[in-house]
């Protein structure tokens, strides 16, 4: 089993910056994604991107590429979403996530083996 708890989530101006973290604990595989979802009221859940824990190897959405930046701290073990230039549609509920049996990133989220408690984003106009 693996343990993932969020933070860092609140409410912030359009143009403001929030960091999420997600911590991991639990059974550690070598080689899992952790990946970072999100989901708005009455919306599917979307895949933001998603970071490959051995290596560091990325992947981003197009909607926020170039924007928000992901990290791992493996000391830690801890991954981040570090958020910048934030709009109003970024406003929802982040979710962490880890995939432990693929050897490439996915995005689809029916991949992924285990879910972190979610923190609400809200970016004001």
């Known amino acids: 089993q693996v343990q993932l708890v969020e933070s860092g989530g609140g409410l912030v101006q359009a143009g403001g910056s929030l960091r999420l973290s997600c911590a991991a604990s639990?059974?550690?595989?070598?080689?899992?994604?952790m990946g970072w979802f999100r989901q708005a009221p009455g919306k599917e859940r979307e895949f933001v991107g998603a970071?490959?824990?051995?290596?560091?190897?990325?992947y981003y959405a197009d909607s926020v590429k170039g924007r928000f930046t992901i990290s791992r701290d493996n000391a830690k073990n801890t991954g981040y979403l570090q958020m910048n230039s934030l709009k109003p549609e970024d406003t929802a509920v982040y979710y962490c996530?880890?995939?432990?049996?693929?050897?490439?990133?996915?995005?689809?989220?029916?991949?992924?083996?285990?879910w972190g408690q979610g923190t609400q984003v809200t970016v004001s106009s």
């Open positions: 639990g059974r550690t595989f070598s080689n899992y994604a």
């Open positions: 996530a880890a995939e432990i049996h693929r050897l490439a990133i996915t995005t689809s989220p029916i991949e992924y083996d285990y």
């Open positions: 970071i490959k824990w051995s290596g560091g190897l990325t």
